[in-house]
């Protein structure tokens, strides 16, 4: 009946001695006729295994050697299950196993392959840093896909950043001086458009930068596109060593997998970088200035925003100079109503615009009445209080020109310790179609100090129950405190209060600028009949 099975059947007696095969096995084992040694016509782990169920006996369990009872027959994979007859002798069944090993093979490569991009796609989606991204594909297409990666990104100028990385190495970054087009597909794959597959190219066509020294021998490179967002990420370059073997049709399949997750990672952080860069720009322009003394008078300003992790805000100072000495310098400090980006962006356009108007610093009413003209035909439904000031030096003292526009009146901080409000009141900018603002002078003395600020300051809540706002009388209380200060200490002060009374909690943008008259002495003429000059 076995005869007849359809799987190969091979009997031999105790000796190795072949009895029986029948038709099948007779299609496999074509030598393996009745009397023959199972030794000279069967394959080595067939025998092998025969061997050693023999010599166990009727105690042998083939569960024990199944390991051992798989092997080759004229190139396909064969699992032989053993029968222990009555009489001692074995008949061994044959089973072609081929195509179950090969499925799990292509299982198991799926898998791990699966599994590959995976991690490819954490790791390179974890970071925005272009050259992290070109070190990761690198070192990544190394470690699976090739002996030697090399991710090459387009650039506007003749120097290609090209990052290199042999397998187990580190990748190495080098700017090369090269010609795409010199590289048959390079130029078609940086450029992205028309879209193009991957190419095989001739090892001896490679130019000596695209060859480490050390990896010898070339046997085949494959210059695969880096696809990004709409244009193009760069380029992939594997190569393969001689002995190894050359690309297939399926890894190159599975490269260009790993590219499209590798490219849109360096896409994605090459815009990321553009857009930092030019955040940047736009942002050193919206940042207010750093504050020094001009013309013998002392400035000091400190801005906070409403959230720490942004730079800019509502809030604005600027302090222009005069443009001819012993003329009044120009300050001004503003309070855009609402936050964020939108609010800076009015605030960027406010200050060019106060910029634009300084021929006419003298005229406070008429600089607040044209800002208010322009923001009236601005497609913004913002508005801003201001106050302006011109401050020169005169003498010893400092000679103020106030002006509010909706804005809290600056604080006069005189030598005796007593604060006051300038007595300047007016409207808001941008609401109305006209508007009235009243200008007042000050003088200070030296040591004496002005101050303008934002309602940040005074409207922050805090202290003990939460809810208190810092208020105007607690901020008079603490400037009587800062008789004798320099403007720096002033601006500290009153900034520092106001985070203690806020804590921890959400605030509005903070604004503080102090105006000095710095602390002088007298310098007699040397004959004594001028009236001398003061020191700076």
């Known amino acids: 009946m076995w005869g007849s099975a359809p799987y190969p059947v091979l009997v031999a007696d105790p000796r190795g001695v072949v009895v029986r095969c029948n038709d099948a096995a007779g299609l496999i084992l074509p030598a393996a006729t009745p009397g023959a040694s199972l030794t000279d016509v069967a394959p080595s782990w067939l025998s092998a295994a025969h061997t050693r169920l023999g010599s166990s006996a009727a105690h042998a369990d083939p569960a024990d050697t199944e390991e051992t009872l798989r092997g080759t027959i004229a190139g396909r994979r064969f699992e032989a299950h053993p029968t222990v007859r009555d009489d001692g002798s074995v008949a061994w069944w044959l089973v072609d196993d081929t195509d179950h090993q090969l499925a799990k093979e292509a299982l198991l490569m799926e898998r791990e392959r699966t599994a590959f991009l995976a991690k490819a796609s954490n790791v390179l989606l974890s970071s925005l840093n272009l050259g992290r991204c070109m070190d990761v594909t690198a070192q ?136 930092t860069a030019i955040t940047d720009v736009l942002m050193r322009e919206l940042m207010p200035p750093a504050l020094h003394q001009i013309s013998g008078v002392d400035f000091a300003g400190s801005y906070r925003p409403s959230a720490d992790h942004e730079r800019i805000g509502g809030d604005f100072y600027d302090v222009h100079p005069a443009a001819v000495e012993g003329e009044a310098s120009l300050v001004s400090l503003g309070d855009v109503c609402g936050k964020g980006l939108e609010a800076a962006v009015l605030t960027g356009k406010i200050r060019n615009t106060l910029h634009a108007l300084l021929p006419l610093a003298d005229d406070h009413s008429r600089m607040l009445g044209l800002l208010n003209t322009a923001l009236l035909n601005s497609h913004h439904a913002r508005f801003v209080t201001l106050v302006l000031a011109s401050a020169r030096r005169r003498g010893n003292q400092v000679d103020l020109a106030l002006t509010s526009a909706g804005h809290p009146s600056p604080l006069i901080i005189r030598a005796d310790g007593t604060v006051h409000e300038a007595d300047t009141r007016g409207t808001l900018v941008g609401a109305l179609p006209a508007i009235t603002a009243a200008t007042v002078t000050e003088s200070l003395a030296p040591g004496e100090s002005c101050v303008l600020y934002t309602d940040g300051i005074t409207e922050a809540k805090g202290g003990p129950m939460g809810d208190d706002l810092f208020g105007d009388e607690r901020l008079k209380r603490a400037l009587a405190g800062c008789v004798g200060m320099p403007a720096e200490g002033i601006v500290e002060h009153v900034q520092m209060l106001a985070a203690q009374w806020l804590g921890d909690r959400r605030h509005d943008d903070m604004a503080v600028v102090v105006i000095s008259a710095p602390r002088t002495h007298h310098l007699s003429a040397v004959n004594g009949h001028t009236r001398g000059r003061f020191t700076a």
């Open 140 to 275: 990544l297409a190394a470690e699976s896909l090739a002996d030697v990666a090399l991710a090459i990104a387009p650039s506007r100028s003749s120097r290609l950043p090209v990052v290199t990385c042999l397998r187990g190495g580190t990748p190495v970054l080098a700017d090369m001086s090269v010609d795409p087009d010199d590289v048959p597909g390079l130029g078609e794959a940086l450029r992205g458009f028309p879209p193009v597959p991957s190419r095989w190219i001739d090892p001896a066509a490679a130019p000596a930068w695209m060859v480490p020294e050390e990896l010898g021998p070339v046997g085949s490179i494959v210059i695969t596109p880096l696809p990004g967002h709409g244009t193009s990420a760069g380029a992939l370059v594997l190569l393969r060593k001689a002995k190894t073997a050359s690309f297939s049709s399926e890894e190159e399949v599975f490269a260009r997998l790993f590219a499209a997750r590798a490219g849109a990672a360096m896409s994605a952080a090459r815009l990321y970088a553009e857009q």
